[in-house]
């Protein structure tokens, strides 16, 4: 009885090793996917880092200074894994100044999200170009006059649209970290404004996470509309194979029917077609007849 309950106990002992050993191995593809996700993340706020690095060189140029939001638009698009046409569209210059918006983002339920990519620049090269701390406070308070103008425009443009439909906010992309912590810590309002007017303000940074789960909510809409679709061609299937086991039935009593049919035949029916065919091959061997 002894060496019973031991050898229950070991097996016991070994299940729990065996399962604390699989707990160790998920642990540890956990963590080594944590420090993966960790090195893009690190990549990609460096590069955004560095690119933002560049904007004291283009605000020296007045057609830069108009490129600059779309380019780092697209460049945080590029660093969120999403391709046009796929995930979103971009409207044209022309497009942009009817009034359409700069971007176009697909969100599951065949929801967009507009955003707009236009910011004061100008303003801010004000501020940056300021000699004295009266100048620069001047040019702050312009900017954030100037960023509140441009959230009221932004708001009265029709981006919101529940025809289309769109959700109900608006994403305003602030293409630079240093001016958005700059704008809000100068208008700690601002924010709140904003979402009043259903405008979400996005710097580089934020519209990064905004666009990663926009990508991750579009993949698993994707990967539930594939599963509906197996399910609707399983229930298809299953209505054939039903069709097809019900008539391999009937074809499977036909056959049992032919086969008793024959087997009739050729036993009882051939035996009692052979009781004459012997009684008169009797008859004509008894006169020595003969067979033709």
Same mark, same amino acid.
């Given at each position: 009885?002894?060496?019973?309950?031991?050898?229950?106990?070991?097996?016991?002992?070994?299940?729990?090793?065996?399962?604390?050993?699989?707990?160790?191995?998920?642990?540890?593809?956990?963590?080594?996917?944590?420090?993966?996700?960790?090195?893009?993340?690190?990549?990609?706020?460096?590069?955004?880092?560095?690119?933002?690095?560049?904007?004291?060189?283009?605000?020296?140029?007045?057609?830069?200074?108009?490129?600059?939001?779309?380019?780092?638009?697209?460049?945080?698009?590029?660093?969120?894994?999403?391709?046009?046409?796929?995930?979103?569209?971009?409207?044209?210059?022309?497009?942009?100044?009817?009034?359409?918006?700069?971007?176009?983002?697909?969100?599951?339920?065949?929801?967009?999200?507009?955003?707009?990519?236009?910011?004061?620049?100008?303003?801010?090269?004000?501020?940056?170009?300021?000699?004295?701390?009266?100048?620069?406070?001047?040019?702050?308070?312009?900017?954030?006059?100037?960023?509140?103008?441009?959230?009221?425009?932004?708001?009265?443009?029709?981006?919101?649209?529940?025809?289309?439909?769109?959700?109900?906010?608006?994403?305003?992309?602030?293409?630079?970290?240093?001016?958005?912590?700059?704008?809000?810590?100068?208008?700690?309002?601002?924010?709140?404004?904003?979402?009043?007017?259903?405008?979400?303000?996005?710097?580089?940074?934020? @519209?990064?996470?905004? +666009?990663?789960?926009?990508?991750? *909510?579009? &993949?698993?809409? #994707?990967? %539930? $509309?594939?599963?509906?679709?197996?399910?609707?061609?399983?229930?298809?299937?299953?209505?054939?194979?039903?069709?097809?086991?019900?008539?391999?039935?009937? @074809?499977?009593?036909? +056959?049992?029917?032919?086969?008793? *049919?024959? &087997?009739?035949? #050729?036993? %009882? $029916?051939?035996?009692?077609?052979?009781?004459?065919?012997?009684?008169?091959?009797?008859?004509?061997?008894?006169?020595?007849?003969?067979?033709?």
């Amino acid at each position: 009885m002894l060496d019973g309950k031991k050898q229950l106990i070991d097996q016991s002992v070994a299940a729990v090793n065996d399962r604390l050993t699989r707990l160790g191995d998920f642990l540890q593809r956990l963590e080594a996917e944590r420090k993966q996700d960790l090195g893009r993340l690190s990549s990609s706020v460096g590069s955004l880092a560095a690119t933002t690095g560049e904007l004291h060189k283009m605000l020296a140029s007045t057609q830069r200074r108009g490129a600059w939001g779309e380019r780092m638009a697209e460049d945080v698009l590029r660093l969120a894994g999403l391709a046009e046409g796929v995930n979103y569209t971009k409207q044209s210059a022309a497009e942009a100044e009817s009034g359409r918006p700069d971007f176009t983002f697909f969100l599951p339920s065949d929801l967009k999200v507009n955003m707009d990519v236009k910011f004061p620049l100008e303003s801010y090269k004000a501020y940056v170009d300021a000699e004295t701390d009266d100048a620069r406070a001047a040019a702050l308070r312009q900017l954030t006059t100037a960023v509140r103008g441009h959230i009221k425009a932004v708001a009265t443009r029709g981006y919101i649209d529940p025809k289309a439909p769109t959700v109900d906010y608006v994403l305003l992309f602030i293409p630079s970290e240093q001016i958005y912590s700059l704008v809000l810590e100068a208008q700690r309002d601002l924010l709140d404004e904003a979402l009043r007017q259903k405008i979400v303000l996005a710097s580089p940074l934020t @519209l990064y996470a905004m +666009l990663a789960v926009i990508r991750q *909510a579009a &993949e698993n809409a #994707n990967l %539930t $509309r594939t599963a509906d679709e197996v399910i609707t061609l399983l229930g298809q299937f299953n209505k054939q194979w039903q069709a097809y086991k019900e008539q391999l039935g009937k @074809l499977g009593r036909a +056959l049992e029917t032919t086969t008793r *049919a024959y &087997e009739d035949l #050729n036993t %009882t $029916r051939a035996n009692q077609l052979q009781r004459p065919l012997d009684k008169i091959e009797d008859l004509r061997q008894s006169r020595n007849l003969p067979e033709e």
